[in-house]
């Protein structure tokens, strides 16, 4: 028994000094877990960054999209692209398949100023296999100032509110332009911005010039345009409240000339002289000297978003105005990079030119004065179905002087690559518009399927006027896959439609 006891004494003693070993072994007790807490503060997805006191949202989209007539709405577009527009069966694409997705990051902190909020947007576009990235946003928000890539505050009309086609406004909400602003809450939904944004520039034209591609179809009309020598300014006073905004705002932009073009003969040099820049034609004696004239374009507008629900609950109004002389962009953004209207049909070509402003013979530049009224209605049929209606009008108007100098230009031989016959009419004034209707299946809130179609209608510049084609080349004239005979100026239609699929990763 006592042998027993004494194995048993052993047996425990020997484990609590194994016990002990390996309790020495261990390492020190892990902290408790700190897991992800919900940030309330500024709606659904928002989540506390562990260890900080700032909320975040990672979202973005996944979206699949199929443009059949192209209308204006991609690159090289039928209505508004470069100098291939519907010229042969090569170009442009009737049918483009897109594929876009898109990532963005909000972060978010209180401090004793207020909110600072941070955002920012990447994603890629893939036409056809042609693949593009690009940063649409990046800003940063504080005390009331806006520092970064974000929408102009000249805005308040919505393309993508309405539409799946970039129509034209003066939307920069699918872009977004550089800027820094600072917004005044005065009181009752009432606030007031001032802002310096990139400038929305088209480029200044100088009929004193024979620059060899200096008008062609599709292109705008900017062959002497001035640096950037001081941003736009852009302000506006706008009102939020339960029913709506309304908003009238405004904008200054520099429209001025890089060069003053003056006659050779005035000093001295021969016919046909030049320099790195410019090589003077025989024809026309002139050569560059010394800073273009100065001009300052602007814009103003006015716009409203109202809530429709005396009508039929959901439903909603929008609209804005724009008048410009010198700041072409603030009637039509959209696109951004967009060239001007363009389209052939068999011989006949519908066609005009953006411009901020034409620097004349006389030596100022005279400013092209645009109008543009975008407006909508969106009828929501079901929680789940809703359809929009929309449409643009924009007027081009290049004035008496501005119209004489340009036509002057094209009559004056065959250098600037878009001779026209001899008695050829010559107006360059033009005007376009749009109208088109989406409807929308929200199959649940972060996924929806629509379709979208949009009619366009082009009232030509140089109605009437016959283009000589073969000068400087089989077709030059209008582009190396134009028509090989004349070409006479008349009105154009287009219709596009697309269809979308469209999923939220977060809202």
């Given at each position: 028994?006592?042998?027993?006891?004494?194995?048993?004494?052993?047996?425990?003693?020997?484990?609590?000094?194994?016990?002990?070993?390996?309790?020495?072994?261990?390492?020190?007790?892990?902290?408790?877990?700190?897991?992800?807490?919900?940030?309330?503060?500024?709606?659904?997805?928002?989540?506390?960054?562990?260890?900080?006191?700032?909320?975040?949202?990672?979202?973005?989209?996944?979206?699949?999209?199929?443009?059949?007539?192209?209308?204006?709405?991609?690159?090289?577009?039928?209505?508004?692209?470069?100098?291939?527009?519907?010229?042969?069966?090569?170009?442009?694409?009737?049918?483009?398949?897109?594929?876009?997705?898109?990532?963005?990051?909000?972060?978010?902190?209180?401090?004793?100023?207020?909110?600072?909020?941070?955002?920012?947007?990447?994603?890629?576009?893939?036409?056809?296999?042609?693949?593009?990235?690009?940063?649409?946003?990046?800003?940063?928000?504080?005390?009331?100032?806006?520092?970064?890539?974000?929408?102009?505050?000249?805005?308040?009309?919505?393309?993508?509110?309405?539409?799946?086609?970039?129509?034209?406004?003066?939307?920069?909400?699918?872009?977004?332009?550089?800027?820094?602003?600072?917004?005044?809450?005065?009181?009752?939904?009432?606030?007031?911005?001032?802002?310096?944004?990139?400038?929305?520039?088209?480029?200044?034209?100088?009929?004193?010039?024979?620059?060899?591609?200096?008008?062609?179809?599709?292109?705008?009309?900017?062959?002497?345009?001035?640096?950037?020598?001081?941003?736009?300014?852009?302000?506006?006073?706008?009102?939020?409240?339960?029913?709506?905004?309304?908003?009238?705002?405004?904008?200054?932009?520099?429209?001025?000339?890089?060069?003053?073009?003056?006659?050779?003969?005035a000093l001295g040099l021969p016919a046909g002289a030049g320099n790195s820049y410019y090589t003077v034609p025989t024809s026309v004696p002139r050569t560059l000297q010394g800073n273009?004239?100065d001009a300052l374009g602007w814009a103003v507008g006015v716009g409203a978003r109202v809530k429709t629900?005396?009508?039929?609950?959901?439903?909603?109004?929008?609209?804005?105005?724009?008048?410009?002389?010198?700041?072409?962009?603030?009637?039509?953004?959209?696109?951004?990079?967009?060239?001007?209207?363009?389209?052939?049909?068999?011989?006949?070509?519908?066609?005009?030119?953006?411009?901020?402003?034409?620097?004349?013979?006389?030596?100022?530049?005279?400013?092209?004065?645009?109008?543009?009224?975008?407006?909508?209605?969106?009828?929501?049929?079901?929680?789940?179905?809703?359809?929009?209606?929309?449409?643009?009008?924009?007027?081009?108007?290049?004035?008496?002087?501005?119209?004489?100098?340009?036509?002057?230009?094209?009559?004056?031989?065959?250098?600037?690559?878009?001779?026209?016959?001899?008695?050829?009419?010559?107006?360059?004034?033009?005007?376009?518009?749009?109208?088109?209707?989406?409807?929308?299946?929200?199959?649940?809130?972060?996924?929806?399927?629509?379709?979208?179609?949009?009619?366009?209608?082009?009232?030509?510049?140089?109605?009437?006027?016959?283009?000589?084609?073969?000068?400087?080349?089989?077709?030059?004239?209008?582009?190396?896959?134009?028509?090989?005979?004349?070409?006479?100026?008349?009105?154009?239609?287009?219709?596009?439609?697309?269809?979308?699929?469209?999923?939220?990763?977060?809202?």
């Amino acid at each position: 028994m006592k042998m027993v006891k004494t194995l048993l004494l052993g047996s425990a003693a020997g484990l609590v000094a194994i016990a002990g070993a390996q309790a020495a072994d261990l390492p020190v007790k892990a902290k408790p877990v700190e897991y992800v807490k919900v940030c309330s503060l500024y709606g659904a997805g928002f989540y506390y960054i562990p260890g900080t006191d700032t909320c975040v949202k990672i979202g973005g989209y996944v979206r699949a999209q199929y443009y059949y007539g192209n209308g204006s709405q991609v690159a090289a577009g039928v209505m508004f692209g470069a100098t291939n527009g519907e010229q042969s069966r090569s170009s442009p694409a009737d049918a483009v398949l897109r594929t876009r997705a898109v990532m963005t990051m909000d972060s978010r902190t209180q401090t004793e100023w207020g909110t600072l909020r941070t955002y920012y947007l990447l994603g890629f576009t893939d036409d056809n296999g042609s693949t593009s990235l690009y940063a649409t946003r990046g800003f940063i928000q504080f005390a009331g100032f806006t520092f970064g890539k974000a929408q102009s505050f000249y805005d308040i009309f919505s393309n993508p509110a309405v539409s799946y086609f970039g129509f034209a406004s003066s939307d920069t909400g699918d872009a977004g332009t550089n800027l820094a602003a600072y917004t005044a809450q005065l009181g009752n939904g009432v606030s007031a911005t001032i802002a310096a944004e990139g400038p929305r520039t088209v480029g200044i034209f100088n009929t004193s010039t024979q620059l060899s591609n200096a008008i062609t179809l599709g292109n705008n009309l900017a062959n002497d345009s001035v640096n950037v020598r001081f941003p736009d300014v852009v302000a506006n006073i706008r009102v939020d409240q339960a029913w709506g905004s309304f908003q009238v705002m405004g904008a200054l932009h520099d429209a001025s000339a890089a060069y003053n073009f003056q006659e050779i003969g005035a000093l001295g040099l021969p016919a046909g002289a030049g320099n790195s820049y410019y090589t003077v034609p025989t024809s026309v004696p002139r050569t560059l000297q010394g800073n273009g004239d100065d001009a300052l374009g602007w814009a103003v507008g006015v716009g409203a978003r109202v809530k429709t629900d005396f009508i039929s609950r959901g439903d909603s109004f929008q609209f804005q105005v724009n008048y410009t002389e010198g700041a072409t962009r603030y009637a039509v953004t959209t696109q951004p990079s967009a060239g001007s209207p363009l389209r052939f049909s068999g011989n006949s070509i519908g066609a005009g030119w953006f411009t901020d402003g034409i620097y004349t013979d006389g030596g100022s530049v005279e400013l092209v004065k645009v109008l543009g009224i975008n407006a909508s209605y969106e009828h929501v049929w079901t929680p789940a179905l809703k359809t929009s209606v929309y449409g643009a009008y924009i007027d081009v108007d290049y004035g008496n002087a501005a119209n004489t100098a340009v036509c002057n230009y094209l009559s004056a031989g065959t250098t600037n690559n878009l001779p026209l016959a001899a008695g050829s009419p010559c107006d360059m004034d033009f005007s376009f518009w749009q109208l088109g209707s989406r409807t929308q299946w929200n199959v649940r809130p972060d996924f929806y399927m629509g379709v979208d179609v949009l009619y366009t209608r082009l009232n030509t510049a140089l109605e009437g006027a016959n283009v000589i084609a073969g000068v400087n080349g089989p077709g030059s004239a209008v582009g190396s896959q134009s028509p090989r005979t004349g070409n006479i100026f008349g009105d154009q239609d287009a219709l596009a439609v697309t269809f979308r699929v469209h999923r939220d990763i977060v809202p």
